[in-house]
């Protein structure tokens, strides 16, 4: 469905100032969402759009109840069920007033869906171009070993071999080069076990160089030797002929599978040099849960692809070098993601005698209050979805970031705040330094998804109103400037700002849940969190046979969807462990 974006806006601004929206973002999303919505009612079944008939996509042309003679006869062509009371539905207004006061919709981008789903194209770059089988060989891979036993024996493993040779990791790699050889061949200690060396052997056959471990996923990323185009080398294959297959000058022969050599060289005892057996993957044999996966570019940058690793990828290539190899190859690898739109509904009851004694003794348009009390509840549902997707996202981002210990929380990261701890080591701290210390934290998850989502540093923080007080009495906090009328009561609701960050209370949220997800709000186009809505409301009014007066049904279709390459980049859970109340 094609929408002129700049037209929906001019048009729609008006009418959603006017109920209270002010925020360009949503002004934009909302303009086109209405416009889209607009069509989609107004649409006929033969085809015609843009026609106002008050039809309904997918039903037809609704039109007013025609009692028959018979009460609920069956029903004559062109018309309502008898004594059903059908209406006409209008759904835009209900469904504007459900975006605007949904609070939780500031915490996400917003992409309306033009149909009850939507398939997007997302677009890796990774490093070569070659199938996953098994019997591909690239020049730069990852290694995944699904086995927990295995992987955990692998990483142990390799970081002892780090350590003992004096190489630490940076964000670009390794201080020092590191080999391993997986052959037995070059001055292994134990066939089929690994050893490390500072220099790569002059035999490379079984032989590859660990790069680290991956920015994104922490699988242990390796470097394979290709022998380069050089005149008259030994050959194997072809007696007789100038240039064929060296052995010695390539990790893997033309003929394995590169998943069978990884698998047989990590089964083995691993040792290192001054490294005593530091694992054995041989009980639990990694064959089968080793998968080879390949790069990606934009995640996990490899310095010296570019330079056929000439001098650690530390300078250009020397002439020689490029005369004899071939450049290295960056393909894209394109996926697509398919998200269906769910459904939340509610409906009303009433009875007549409570409409007219409401309206006696109140003044009050009970029937009007109810529709309102509806759009509350479906806005603090999707509010309360968006903040549990943000929360697990921030979870699973949490799984990978540094870890440390602390007293009172399990599995630490370096993120989380335990004030018994901090106060304890210190001592004669002030309430507002451990505040201040509490800042810091925030700010340092902040820079976090700045590094590692590579799109920007965290926007908002969301908590319970116990973590909002000890934020709102530190020095440099911002009172919420904007006064709007779209909240509801119940609602998530903002309460200020310290620096850029926006300071969000769920009421939902229990008071000693002492928890703070640190957030981004990115570009429908970037990783994240995004609110997919197809119809924001579908309200059905009708008049009730057994009491006369009217119900409501109030429906909602949308989508809450993690969207992009590892959305959760853009989220962090920190931890704040108070038990002595010191903070406040």
Known sequence: MKIDKNKALKKWTPVLENMGVKSTERLDWMSEYAEMHSINENIQTAGVSYANQGNVAGM??????????????????????????????????????????????????????????IDLMYIDFRYDDTPQDGNEK?????????????????????????????TTETVGGLT?????????????????????????????????????????????????????????????????????????????????????????????????????????????????????????????????????FENDGDAPMRRGTDDQSYPGVIAPDVSTKTIAVGTIEISTALKRTEIEDIKANTGMDIVQKMESILVNELSQTISKQIVNKLFTMGDLNRQSAPTRNTTNITNSTIFDFDVQDYASILGGETSHAVQRKLISKILNASNYIATEGRVGPAQYV???????????????????????????????????????????????????????????KNQPDQPGVVFIPYLMAQSISIISEATFAPRMLLRSRYAVGELGWYPQKQYMTVYVADPDQILV
Do not use: C
């Open 60 to 117: 037809g042309n609704v039109t007013s109840a025609q009692p028959g003679s018979t009460p609920g006869s069956t029903v004559t062509p062109g018309q309502g069920t008898q004594g059903s009371g059908d209406y006409g539905q209008q759904l835009l207004p209900v469904a504007m007033k459900i975006a605007a006061h949904t609070i939780g919709l500031d915490l996400v981008s917003v992409k309306p869906s033009p149909g009850p789903k």
């Open 138 to 166: 690239p020049l730069v891979f990852k290694v995944n070993l699904s086995d927990s036993a295995d992987r955990d024996t692998l990483y142990t493993y390799l970081r002892d071999v780090l350590s003992v040779n004096g």
């Open 462 to 520: 969301v908590t319970n109103g116990n973590i909002a007080a000890a934020l709102q009495d530190i020095a440099g906090y911002t009172i919420n400037p904007t006064k709007s009328n779209i909240s509801g009561s119940g609602q998530l609701y903002p309460v200020g700002q310290i620096g850029e960050v926006s300071i969000y209370v769920d009421p939902y949220m229990k008071y000693n849940d002492n928890r703070i997800l640190v957030g981004r």
């Open 176 to 308: 020092k080069r590191i080999f391993l050889n997986l052959t037995g061949n070059g001055g292994a200690t134990a066939t089929g076990g690994a050893t490390s060396d500072l220099e790569a052997p002059d035999n490379k056959e079984g032989v590859i160089e660990f790069l680290g471990f991956s920015r994104i996923d922490g699988f242990p990323m390796f470097k394979s030797f290709r022998q380069t185009n050089e005149t008259s080398s030994l050959d194997h294959h072809s007696a007789g002929s100038t240039w064929g297959f060296n052995e010695t000058k390539n990790t893997f022969d033309y003929s394995d599978s590169i998943a069978d050599v990884l698998e047989f060289g990590f089964e083995g005892s691993v040792t290192s040099p001054g490294v005593v057996a530091t694992g054995d993957l041989t009980s639990a044999s990694p064959e089968g849960s080793l998968s080879v996966e390949l790069i990606s570019a934009l995640e996990d940058h490899i310095p010296g692809y570019v330079s056929n």
